[in-house]
């Protein structure tokens, strides 16, 4: 080949390549509408300073910085960070092939471009401008975006801007980012059912309401809605359990509710969680620690329970203010009752209410919670009307020291637990007025339960009887049972308090005060069944006796001997004669003198007397115009009722004397007078206020009194008036009930018994000051009056009241049903520690019990004995540590004062032996078989 060969083909070689160049810049000519764009984009800008190589009309030919091209299309505006100024034309989507466009991180104002119809756009950038509205469509037919960027410009002012719907026609949507950008309204809920949204950044908005439903199905794995700022998002978590994708997740810096969801163990790829400063509640999931977090923020919650302890590396913050671990270390468990304590607020939802439970001791001001002092267990939950829903949770049953649970009057659901049941101290669970269902669990009898008020437990059985073995006569009665829902018949309940409630006490008023003192139901009418055959009932209004015109007692003997007297020794003196000579006691009483009165009352004088052996006793005389052919009956009663009933709780009868026209009874003298000396006069009577442990005493012997009184095997006495001045102290102030049922029915108008109104106003059960109509449950209410009255140091009745308060009953429940107000409700005089107050509560309630309008809904006596014992027994001096001990003093002292009383009296021993009692009284304490019925001789 030769050298000008080569040269030509050279030459043609280069031509042809020439040729080619040029054929390709003419061919790759951009298109005339990209650069009318491109120039437009130019002439909106103030400093285009970086964009000096825009010149002329071919951006792809010549290269043009920050533009792609694909042939003679524009498809890329790369402009991130040029720090350009200025506007963006509103034309840029004229730009139709543009796939990537990045404003981001510059100095733009105005409207956002607009880039609807963009068909090939994929990913678009606006964050970091100052760009300040955003046009109508502008997520409008964008169906190959998968990104999109607008953080940090603050769109449409202060109006905000609501997120529109269109964004959803943009299918292939992977990451949106819309970071503090002033969107306002709720979080859109179609949002959740995009079906390729993989990142969602909606933070530092002003978004509230909460996270809506479709995101439980969403496939999020980045989700960022934190630091709302105008409105902040609320509401439970509940959903985001179920957004197993998520690898991230930041909703701190709103108010959140609820608890932090366990389910979100599930979402296995967890490395970032930011919950901090919300509002959540309970403990944080224990399978926490075994997601691969590498950041986690819980700090400034209401979070309860344990810390727990991460592995290095893991950036773990929980400190702030308001949480409430129970301890401050990770790693460490709560105590086990406050564990129980903890599931138990789960139950009923973590409230507001009970935000003070925090830290690892519940005994620290925990709302509702009541602790002994001395053995620091929790004794009491007292969160009657505390709006609590949810459900009770079995957790209970773990605190064994429980003695009182009032969740009353809230918004319970669910079963009672059965663990309840076998809590071995519980005394009292009152869950009334609450939605509870079926089944009740079997509650031992010396737990007073009350689950009245709950519409779906309302089989007469169980919620017409507070009490699973309430006796015979005084259960199934009930107008109160039924189906009726709680509104109805709690409208019935006020109904009878604030009108009938005042038309019985007037009424009662009336017939106390005019002329006869009481309603004399001489026949009976039908209505006025007997409750049981064999029932006693006083027949006399003692309610104007003096306080002091009561009895006697006094046992210095048995003090000093301590010698326990055997059955035999109790029997002797049961068989033995009663009857005293007139002239004994005219010795003893100074021949009735004066000096020697103790008191009078409706039947006559009380005398103070001293038998040679300086034994004390009190003589009640009966007056003769008392002492006719009525006033004989009642006294033969009396005498043939008190040889049945001794107690060591009931004022003894030590003999009787008949001659003549006079009818002495002889009783045992009780030297510190009665009760209500004690209790309301004890200024005027020289006397120390009674402690609290002194009147739980006294409330627990009368209780045991009544509970004898009531529980006789073939007969039930009732008292029917029950009052402090019936109540007599012993020198250590014990108690005995005086002046007890005294009539026993004869046998042949058992059903046609004398009813008389009887009693004091102030004591009286409602439907016995209305119908007459007697059972034990009016000797419990009455109880229930004193045990107020010992509470609160006031009477039943008192006048120097305002009208509101005049009634102890009302005022006492109205007081006393609120936590706040209920140290009102107790005796000034009482000095009342944290120990004191338990059983303060328990008496409180117990009191509410034996006053509840409703017979059948008061408890028996033998309840209310056993729960106050267990109060009395912790306070119970060590050498009295048993029952059986307490009753040796009186085992002997009273066979003691007889017998003495026997010696003055040896002749009428003899003719006593011949008539048996034909109703043998069983009682633990004296043995009444065979006792003589010495009132068929005075026949
Ligand atoms: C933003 O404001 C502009 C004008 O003020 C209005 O036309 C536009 O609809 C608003 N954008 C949105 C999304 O509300
Ligand atoms: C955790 O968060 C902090 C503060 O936001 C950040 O500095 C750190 O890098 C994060 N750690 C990890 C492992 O992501
Ligand atoms: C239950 O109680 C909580 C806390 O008091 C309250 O936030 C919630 O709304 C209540 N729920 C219902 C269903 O009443
Ligand atoms: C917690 O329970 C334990 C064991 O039952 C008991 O000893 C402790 O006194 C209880 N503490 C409190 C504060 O109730
Ligand atoms: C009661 O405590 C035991 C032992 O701590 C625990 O295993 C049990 O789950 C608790 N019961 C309830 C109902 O929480
Ligand atoms: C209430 O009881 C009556 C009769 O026993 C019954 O017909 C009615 O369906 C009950 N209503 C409800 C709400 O249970």
Not at 235 to 243: K, N, Q, S
Not at 594 to 603: A, H, M, P, Q, Y
Not at 607 to 614: A, M, N, Q, R, S
């Amino acid at each position: 080949m030769t050298a000008s060969k080569r040269k030509g083909i050279l030459a043609a070689a280069f031509c042809l390549i020439a040729t080619i160049v040029h054929l390709k810049v003419v061919s790759s000519q951009t298109t005339p509408g990209d650069v009318q764009v491109l120039q437009q984009v130019l002439k909106g800008l103030k400093n285009g300073g970086h964009l000096v190589d825009w010149t002329g009309n071919d951006p792809c030919g010549r290269k043009w910085s920050g533009i792609l091209c694909q042939g003679n299309f524009v498809t890329g505006l790369l402009l991130a960070g040029f720090n350009l100024q200025g506007t963006v034309t509103t034309d840029l989507n004229k730009m139709s092939n543009l796939q990537i466009l990045q404003l981001q991180d510059n100095g733009f104002t105005g409207s956002l471009p607009s880039i609807s119809g963009l068909k090939f756009l994929t990913d678009a950038a606006f964050n970091g401008n100052n760009f300040d509205s955003i046009p109508n469509g502008f997520f409008s037919e964008l169906p190959a975006l998968k990104t999109i960027y607008l953080d940090g410009n603050s769109l449409n002012g202060t109006n905000g801007w609501y997120l529109p719907s269109e964004i959803r026609q943009a299918t292939q949507l992977n990451t949106l980012s819309l970071s503090n950008t002033s969107l306002i309204g709720s979080i859109p809920e179609f949002l959740g059912n995009m079906p390729n949204l993989k990142t969602l950044n909606i933070a530092y908005n002003k978004l509230g309401g909460g996270i809506p439903q479709s995101f439980s199905s969403s496939n999020l794995i980045k989700f960022q809605a934190n630091n709302q700022q105008g409105p902040v998002l609320s509401g439970p978590l509940d959903l985001v359990a179920d957004m197993q994708s998520l690898e991230l997740l930041w909703l701190q810096v709103n108010m959140f509710t609820g608890p932090i969801p366990p389910g979100l163990v599930n979402a296995i790829s967890l490395a970032d969680l930011r919950l901090n400063d919300n509002r959540l509640v309970g403990p944080i999931p224990p399978g926490f620690t075994n997601l691969p977090l590498s950041n986690f923020t819980v700090q400034n919650n209401q979070l309860v329970g344990p810390i727990p302890k991460f592995q290095d590396g893991v950036d773990f913050q929980y400190g702030g203010v308001s949480n409430k671990f129970c301890q401050a270390t990770p790693g460490i468990p709560c105590a086990p009752n406050v564990t129980s304590l903890l599931t138990f607020l789960g139950g009923v939802n973590y409230p507001t209410q009970l935000s003070d439970w925090a830290g690892n001791d519940p005994c620290n001001e925990w709302s509702g919670v009541v602790c002994d002092d001395k053995t620091g267990s929790i004794s009491a939950i007292l969160l009657s009307s505390y709006q609590l829903n949810g459900t009770i949770s079995p957790a209970l049953g773990n605190l064994t020291s429980l003695a009182v649970l009032k969740l009353n009057g809230n918004h319970l659901t669910g079963t009672i637990p059965s663990e309840l049941a076998k809590l071995p101290l519980l005394r009292i669970l009152d869950l009334s007025n609450n939605n509870l269902f079926k089944p009740l669990p079997a509650f031992p009898p010396h737990v007073l339960l009350n689950v009245d008020g709950n519409p779906l437990i309302n089989a007469p059985s169980t919620s017409a009887s507070p009490l699973p073995n309430a006796p015979d006569g005084s259960s199934g009665s009930s107008p109160s049972g039924g189906n009726s829902t709680g509104v109805p018949k709690k409208l019935s309940s006020v109904l009878v308090g604030v009108i009938i409630g005042p038309i019985i006490a007037v009424i009662a008023l009336i017939s106390l005060v005019v002329g006869t003192f009481f309603f004399v139901y001489r026949k009976a009418p039908k209505y006025l069944k007997v409750p049981t055959p064999n029932t006693v009932v006083h027949p006399r209004d003692t309610g104007t006796d003096a306080d002091a015109a009561k009895i006697v007692a006094q046992n210095n003997i048995g003090k000093t001997t301590g010698v326990m007297s055997g059955p035999s020794e109790v029997h002797m003196f049961e068989t033995g004669g009663l009857i005293i000579p007139i002239n004994a006691l005219r010795k003893a009483t100074n021949n009735f003198s004066e000096v020697s009165i103790l008191g009078k009352g409706g039947f006559g004088v009380v005398y103070k007397g001293e038998l040679d052996d300086c034994t004390l006793i009190a003589v009640k005389r009966m007056e003769t115009a008392v002492a006719s052919s009525k006033g004989l009956k009642e006294f033969q009663a009396e005498i043939d009722v008190l040889t049945k009933v001794r107690h060591k709780h009931l004022v003894a009868l030590l003999g009787y004397c008949i001659e003549c026209n006079e009818k002495l009874l002889v009783y045992e003298y009780m030297p510190q007078g009665t009760l209500s000396q004690h209790l309301f006069d004890y200024a005027t009577n020289g006397k120390e206020p009674l402690s609290w442990k002194q009147r739980l005493s006294i409330a627990l012997d009368v209780a045991r009194g009544l509970e004898y009184l009531h529980g006789l095997a073939h007969q039930s006495f009732i008292h029917r008036d029950l009052k402090p001045s019936n109540i007599l102290l012993t020198d250590d102030l014990r108690a005995k009930v005086s002046d007890f049922g005294l009539v026993k029915l004869a046998p042949d108008d058992k059903y046609s018994v004398e009813t008389r109104l009887a009693g004091t106003f102030g004591y009286l059960a409602p439907e016995y000051a209305v119908t007459g109509r007697v059972t034990t449950k009016v000797d419990v209410y009455s109880f229930g009056v004193v045990l107020m009255e010992l509470i609160s140091g006031r009477r039943a009745l008192d006048n120097t009241q305002p009208e509101e308060s005049m009634q102890l009953v009302t005022w006492f429940k109205r007081i006393s049903a609120k936590r706040e107000t209920f140290r009102n409700a107790i005796d000034s005089c009482i000095n009342v520690t944290e120990e004191a107050l338990l059983s303060i509560l328990v008496s409180a309630e117990l009191a509410g019990h034996c006053t509840a309008r409703e017979p059948h809904q008061r408890p028996d006596m033998s309840h209310v004995v056993s729960v106050l014992s267990p109060y009395v027994q912790q306070w119970k001096p060590a050498h009295l540590d048993t029952e059986e001990s307490w009753g040796a003093d009186l085992d002997l002292t009273l066979p003691q004062a007889i017998q003495r009383l026997q010696v003055l009296d040896t002749s009428s021993t003899s003719d006593l032996n011949d008539t048996q009692s034909s109703l043998p009284a069983q009682s633990s304490d004296f043995g009444e078989s065979n006792v003589s019925s010495n009132a068929r001789k005075l026949a």
